[in-house]
C-alpha cells in the first residue's frame, strides 16, 4: 500500500464581515490534509484602516449569539489581520480566531496574541473561550481569562523548555510602574513556577501581582544545637518558596481559585511565601506587610565559602524587630518550636525558631535560631547562613536553681566594634543572687581608652531590720563608657534594672529580662558617660514589698534618678485581694529644664478581683530653667474636664477603678486633684452600667470643682444622670421604651450664684439661685494683694532677699550675749550675692559713683533660663491682673556701701541682672479670656526681671605660666581686702592667726645670715629640677604677712580653712 501524500489547496478572494457596517476583507482559505489530520483555515485581511472590533467579529462567526468577553478584552483596538483554523470529522462544530493585539495590563500596553476558541457544544454564552500570550521582550506568559462574582482575573504562567536563567524583575518588570522595587529573585532550573495574577474589579480597581519561585532543598543539619534534631524525616523542612510582589492586596480565598497559588493572603509590596513541612504536617506561611527592597546591607562572603561552610551570624536588632511571628507550638522530639518567624533582609529570605531543648533536666532556651537563604535556585544549592544571638541554660534539683544566658549582641552601629550580653541567677534556700553586664569595645574610643562595660547585681535574702523596714536585698551596678536611658513612669515597672530586683511579671524570667535590656536598649554604650547605681529591697509588716534605686549618672552630662516600685499584696500573695504596685520617679539633671517626681499605679493592680483594674497616678513638675521656667504643677489623678492642659504637663490617669463584674454590670470611677501657678481643680466620677439583650440602665454621678488665684473665683459641677432603654417584642409587635433623667447643678462666684437644672424626656426646667448673672470679675486692691501674693518683712514692707549663691566656706553658729548668730566664712574671689525681688521688676537701679544711681546698661548681663540674654531684652510689659492693671513699674535699687560709703576703683563690685518666668495669672498685663465655668489654659510670662547679682570681679587669665618667684614679688596691700585681683598678691590672711608665730618668722627673716642661707638652699634646689632663679635679691620680710598662719592640711583643689578667733583654740577648722 501506498504512503498518501500531504495535499495543500489554497484559494484566494474577498469577504464582508459583520451584522451591520460589515467590514471588508481579502481572504486567503487553505486546506491541508496530512494523513488523518485534516483542517481548514483562512487568513482575513482588512482593505481599511479601521478593521472591525472583537464583540463584532465574535458575534458575526459566532452566527449572531453574544459572547461574554472578559472585561480585558472589551476596548481592544480594531482587529486588522487574523486567522481561523476549523476542525475536521468530529470537530467540525470548531473554530479559533488568532489575532494579535496590545492587552492594557496595569496601564501597561503589552503586546499579546489572543486566540478564541468556539465550541457549539457548550451552548450560547459559553460558546467562546479566551486565552492569550503575553510577549514581553523574549519572555513568553501563557494567560487565561476567568470571572469570580463580580470581579475578572487574568492568570498567566510563564513558558519556558528546559533549564533557564530567569530574574523575577527581568521578566516582571514590564508590568509595574515601580520595577526597581522588585526583588532580585532568580533561578537556573528547568522546573520552576513564575506567573502574573491581574485582577479588575468590578469598580474598576485594579491590582496585581508577580510571583517567582521552586522547591526548596535546604537542609538544617547546621542550624546550632539542635539541626541534627530536626534533620530527621519530615521533621522540619520546606517544601517550596515563592518570591512574591503586587501592588495591591489579595486575599487567601482569591488565589486558592488558581491552580499553584499558595492559599494565602499577600498585601501590597514584596512578599516571602513558604510551604514547610513541620512534624510531618505541610502549611503555607508568608512573610508580608509591603516590604520594600532596601535593608541592611548584608555581609560578603565568596561563592566557595558559601558553598562549603556554614556561617553563624547575628541578625541586627532593628531588622530582627521587625520579624513577623506566627504561632506554631510543635514539639519535634526533646524539640519544641513554639514560634515561626520570618524577615527579609540583605536580599536573604530570614526563617527565625523560637525554640527550647529539654533533655535529663537541663533546659536550653535558643535566641535567634534561624537561617537565611538568597531567593537563588540553582545546582549545586549555595549554603544557607544560620543564626543564633544567644544561648540559655537552665538546671534545676532542689534546692539548687541555675539559669543564665549569653547573647551576642548587634553592635551599635557607628558606636561599637562588637557587644556581649549576660546574665546569671543562682538560687539555694534563703537566698539567690543574680546579675547582668555587658562588655563591648568602641569604635572611637572616648577620654578613658576603647572599652565599655556595665554590671549590675543583686542579692535577694533576708538581711534585717525592723518591722516596718526590714531588708530582704540589696543591689549595685556602675557603667564605664555606659549611660543609662532613664525609663519613663509607665516603664518603671518594665526597667530591667527594677524587674531584676522585683520581677513584677512572674511570666519574666531573667533571660526575658535580659532580653529586653538588649533590645530595647536600656543600657547603651556611650563614650564618656558613666553611672552609679545603688538599690534595696524591703518589706513593711511583711505586707508591702518595696524596692527604690538611685541612679547617677556623669560625664558628658549630670543626672540624678531615684525609681521605685512597691507591692502590696493583701492578705498574701498566695490568697489576694488587694494587689496595689505603684511606681515611683523622681529625676534631676544639671541640663535639665524641669525637677519631676512622679508615681503611678501600673496595670496590674487590681482590688477584690483581677477585672477591678485600680488606676491612677501623681505628677510634681516644677521647671527651673528653659521655654517654662517659673511654671509648676501638682496632680493627682489628673485635671479638670474642661482644662486645657499645656503640653509640657504630665498626663495622669484618673485616680479610679475599672471594674467590669460580669458581661452585664460595669463600674467605673475616677477621682482628681490638680494644682497650679492660676488655680486648684478637683472632682470626680462615678458610672454603673447593666445591660442584658433586651434592657440597658446606667447611673452616671459626678463632680467638678475648679478655684482660680486671683482675683479669687470659683466654679462647681454637680449632677447625675439616669438612663434606661429597653426593647421589648411580644409576639410580632415591638416595643422600644426609653427614660433619660438628670439633674445638673451649677454653682460660681463670688458673690455666691448658680442654678439648678433639671431634664426629663418629657420636659425640662432651670430653677436660679442666687444672683444667677454672672457679674464682672472684682478687682483686688493693692493691700489686698500684696498681702495673698507678695512676702512682706516684719514691718510689712515689700523688701528683696539677700542670698549668698557662691563662695561659702564654712558657716558658724556663735553665741552672743545669749543669742546665736550665725556668720558665714567665704572666698572673697568667688563670692557672689543675689538680691532676689518677692516680685518682678521693670527697672534696676545701680550706683554711679559719685553718691548717686543711674539705671542699668541695656547691653548688660541678664541671665535666663534660656541662657545669657541682655536687661535691655527683658519683659517690660507686665501688669496685675488680679488689680486689673495693665501696666507694672516696679524698680529695684541695689547699693553695696563700705564704711557708709560706695565703693570705688578695685573695689567696685560687678553687677548682673537676672529673669525667670512668673504666672500670668498674677502679673498678665492682659484680662482673662476664660471665666469659671471654664478654666484657662496656663501660661507663663518669660523673661521677667526678679533681680540683682553681686559678685567680686573675675580673676584675669594669665596668657602664660609663670615661672617661680621667692625673691618676694608680693606687696601687702594695706589691712582691707580688696575685691580687685592683683596675680602676684593673694592677699594677708584675713582671718584669724599666730601673732606668735609671725613674730618669730619675722624676726627671723630680718637676719641676713639666715636669709642668705636659705636662699642658697633654694637656689640650688631650683638649678637640680631645671629651674632659673631671680637674680634681685628681695625684702622677703616685706610678705611675711601671707605667712603669718599656721600651715593647714586641705586636699588637692580644695579652699584652706584656718582658724577662727571665734572658734576653739588649737583646734583647725577642718579638724587638722
Same mark, same amino acid.
Given at each position: ?426 538560687? @539555694? %534556700?534563703?537566698? +539567690?543572687?543574680?546579675?547582668?553586664? =555587658? !562588655?563591648?569595645? /568602641? ?5 578613658? &581608652? *576603647? ?116 507591692? @502590696? %499584696?493583701?492578705? +498574701?500573695?498566695?490568697?489576694?485581694? =488587694? !494587689?496595689?504596685? /505603684? ?5 534631676? &539633671? *544639671? ?482
Amino acid at each position: 500500500m501506498s504512503e498518501s501524500k500531504p495535499f495543500l489547496l489554497d484559494i484566494s478572494g474577498s469577504t464582508r464581515i459583520g451584522n451591520t457596517n460589515a467590514v471588508e476583507f481579502e481572504i486567503s482559505l487553505g486546506l491541508r490534509v496530512n494523513g488523518a489530520n485534516k483542517y481548514v483555515y483562512a487568513t482575513l485581511q482588512a482593505k481599511n484602516e479601521e478593521g472591525i472590533s472583537l464583540p463584532a467579529l465574535i458575534e458575526a462567526l459566532g452566527g449572531g449569539k453574544q459572547a461574554a468577553l472578559p472585561e480585558f478584552l472589551q476596548n481592544l483596538p480594531a482587529i486588522q489581520r487574523f486567522s481561523i483554523q476549523y476542525g475536521s470529522a468530529e470537530n467540525t462544530n470548531e473554530f479559533d480566531i488568532e489575532f494579535d493585539s496590545l492587552l492594557n495590563i496595569n496601564g501597561k500596553n503589552i503586546e499579546a496574541t489572543i486566540v478564541a476558541g468556539y465550541n457549539k457544544a457548550r451552548g450560547q454564552l459559553g460558546a467562546f473561550t479566551f486565552v492569550a500570550t503575553l510577549r514581553t521582550g523574549s519572555h513568553r506568559f501563557s494567560a487565561v481569562f476567568a470571572k469570580v462574582g463580580a470581579d475578572w482575573y487574568l492568570y498567566a504562567l510563564y513558558k519556558s523548555k528546559g533549564a533557564v536563567t530567569v530574574n523575577l524583575k527581568d521578566i516582571t518588570g514590564a508590568f509595574f510602574d515601580d520595577a526597581d522595587a522588585i526583588p532580585d529573585a532568580s533561578l537556573t532550573l528547568d522546573a520552576f513556577k513564575a506567573f502574573l495574577l491581574y485582577r479588575k474589579k468590578k469598580d474598576g480597581s485594579t491590582a496585581l501581582m508577580a510571583g517567582l519561585g521552586a522547591g526548596l532543598s535546604l537542609a538544617v543539619t547546621d542550624l546550632p544545637l539542635v539541626g541534627e534534631l530536626l534533620n530527621e524525616k519530615d521533621a522540619f523542612a520546606f517544601k517550596e518558596v515563592l518570591a512574591l510582589y503586587t501592588n495591591g492586596n489579595f486575599t487567601a480565598g482569591e488565589l486558592k481559585q488558581f491552580d499553584g497559588l499558595p492559599a494565602v493572603a499577600v498585601s501590597a509590596g514584596f512578599n516571602i511565601s513558604a510551604q514547610l513541612m513541620i512534624d510531618g504536617e505541610e502549611d503555607y506561611y508568608v512573610l508580608n506587610g509591603g516590604m520594600r527592597k532596601k535593608s541592611v546591607p548584608e555581609k560578603k562572603t565568596t561563592g566557595e565559602e558559601a558553598n562549603k561552610r556554614p556561617v553563624v551570624n547575628t541578625l541586627a536588632g532593628e531588622v530582627a524587630s521587625k520579624a513577623k511571628w506566627m504561632k506554631v507550638d510543635k514539639k519535634i522530639g526533646p524539640v519544641t518550636i513554639k514560634r515561626l518567624g520570618f524577615l527579609y533582609n540583605a536580599g536573604k529570605v530570614v526563617v527565625l525558631l523560637d525554640a527550647s531543648v529539654l533533655m535529663a533536666g537541663m533546659g536550653m532556651q535558643l535566641a535567634g535560631l534561624g537561617l537565611g537563604f538568597k531567593l537563588e535556585w540553582k545546582f549545586p544549592p549555595a549554603m544557607p547562613e544560620f543564626y543564633i544571638d544567644g544561648i540559655g541554660l537552665s538546671y534545676t534539683r532542689d534546692p539548687l536553681r541555675i539559669s543564665g544566658m549569653f547573647i551576642r549582641a548587634t553592635p551599635q552601629d557607628g558606636v561599637e566594634q562588637y557587644a556581649y550580653y549576660g546574665a546569671a541567677q543562682l538560687s @539555694l %534556700a534563703g537566698f +539567690s543572687v543574680s546579675g547582668m553586664g =555587658a !562588655y563591648s569595645r /568602641l569604635v572611637k574610643p572616648g577620654p578613658d &581608652g *576603647s572599652i565599655s562595660m556595665f554590671i549590675y547585681a543583686m542579692y535577694a535574702g533576708a538581711i534585717g531590720g525592723p518591722a516596718f523596714f526590714f531588708v530582704t536585698g540589696i543591689a549595685a551596678g556602675f557603667g564605664f563608657n555606659r549611660k543609662v536611658k532613664v525609663p519613663s513612669i509607665r516603664e518603671v515597672n518594665t526597667f530591667p534594672l527594677v524587674a531584676m530586683a522585683m520581677n513584677p511579671n512572674p511570666d519574666k524570667s531573667l533571660n526575658n529580662i535580659l532580653g529586653d535590656l538588649v533590645s530595647q536598649q536600656w543600657v547603651p554604650a556611650s563614650p564618656g558617660d558613666y553611672w552609679l547605681a545603688a538599690g534595696i529591697r524591703f518589706t513593711s509588716f511583711n505586707i508591702i514589698d518595696s524596692f527604690l534605686l538611685m541612679l547617677v549618672q556623669f560625664g558628658t552630662r549630670t543626672e540624678f534618678a531615684l525609681l521605685g516600685l512597691s507591692v @502590696l %499584696a493583701w492578705p +498574701s500573695k498566695k490568697i489576694t485581694i =488587694a !494587689y496595689v504596685e /505603684l511606681a515611683v520617679k523622681a529625676s534631676f &539633671g *544639671s541640663d535639665s529644664e524641669v525637677i519631676a517626681v512622679e508615681a503611678m499605679l501600673t496595670p496590674n493592680s487590681y482590688l477584690l478581683d483581677k477585672k477591678c483594674k485600680l488606676t491612677g497616678g501623681f505628677a510634681f513638675y516644677a521647671w527651673i530653667k528653659g521655654e517654662h521656667e517659673g511654671d509648676f504643677v501638682i496632680t493627682l489623678g489628673g485635671y479638670h474636664p474642661r482644662f486645657s492642659r499645656p503640653s509640657h504637663y504630665p498626663e495622669v490617669d484618673r485616680l479610679g477603678l475599672n471594674w467590669k463584674i460580669s458581661d452585664e454590670v460595669e463600674i467605673k470611677g475616677g477621682l482628681y486633684y490638680a494644682l497650679t501657678p492660676g488655680s486648684i481643680m478637683a472632682g470626680g466620677r462615678l458610672e454603673v452600667t447593666f445591660s442584658l439583650s433586651f434592657l440597658k440602665a446606667s447611673v452616671v454621678a459626678w463632680v467638678d470643682l475648679y478655684i482660680a488665684w486671683a482675683p479669687f473665683e470659683y466654679a462647681a459641677e454637680i449632677g447625675i444622670r439616669v438612663n434606661i432603654e429597653a426593647n421589648i417584642k411580644v409576639m410580632a409587635i415591638s416595643v422600644h421604651f426609653k427614660l433619660e433623667m438628670g439633674a445638673v447643678l451649677y454653682i460660681w462666684g463670688p458673690s455666691f450664684a448658680g442654678e439648678a437644672h433639671v431634664n426629663w424626656n418629657i420636659f425640662s426646667f432651670t430653677i436660679p439661685l442666687g444672683n444667677a448673672r454672672k457679674e464682672e470679675k472684682k478687682k483686688l486692691s493693692w493691700s489686698a494683694f500684696r498681702e495673698q501674693f507678695i512676702p512682706v518683712n516684719a514691718v510689712n514692707q515689700v523688701t528683696p532677699e539677700i542670698i549668698v549663691s557662691a563662695g561659702v566656706i564654712n558657716e558658724y553658729t556663735v553665741d552672743a550675749n545669749g543669742t546665736k548668730q550665725k556668720y558665714l566664712l567665704v572666698n572673697p574671689h568667688q563670692l557672689k550675692i543675689n538680691v532676689d525681688a518677692p516680685m518682678p521688676v521693670t527697672t534696676v537701679q545701680l550706683p554711679d559713683g559719685a553718691g548717686g544711681f543711674t539705671e542699668m546698661q541695656k547691653d548688660a548681663v541678664m541671665q535666663t533660663g534660656n541662657g545669657p540674654s541682655l536687661y535691655g531684652s527683658r519683659n517690660q510689659k507686665l501688669g496685675i491682673r488680679p488689680m486689673q492693671q495693665t501696666t507694672l513699674t516696679s524698680t529695684l535699687k541695689v547699693e553695696v556701701l563700705m564704711n557708709g560709703q560706695q565703693p570705688g576703683g578695685a573695689f567696685t563690685p560687678e553687677y548682673s541682672s537676672y529673669a525667670s518666668g512668673v504666672p500670668e495669672s498674677l502679673w498678665s498685663s492682659e484680662q482673662a479670656k476664660g471665666d469659671n465655668s471654664k478654666p484657662d489654659e496656663v501660661h507663663v510670662l518669660k523673661d521677667a526681671l526678679k533681680g540683682v547679682a553681686i559678685a567680686a570681679r573675675e580673676a584675669p587669665v594669665p596668657e602664660k605660666a609663670q615661672q617661680f618667684d621667692l625673691n618676694g614679688r608680693f606687696v601687702v596691700v594695706g589691712k582691707l581686702l580688696s575685691w580687685a585681683y592683683t596675680p602676684a598678691l593673694t592677699g594677708p590672711d584675713n582671718t584669724a592667726y599666730s601673732i606668735p608665730l609671725k613674730t618669730i618668722v619675722t624676726n627671723a627673716l630680718k637676719n641676713d645670715a639666715t636669709t642668705a642661707a636659705r636662699q642658697a638652699i633654694i637656689k640650688a634646689a631650683l638649678q637640680v629640677q631645671g629651674v632659673s632663679y631671680a637674680a634681685e635679691a628681695g625684702d622677703v620680710y616685706k610678705w611675711v604677712d601671707a605667712l603669718g598662719a599656721e600651715p593647714v592640711i586641705v586636699q588637692l583643689g580644695g579652699l584652706p580653712q584656718y582658724k577662727n578667733e571665734t572658734a576653739k583654740k588649737g583646734k583647725a577648722d577642718n579638724g587638722h
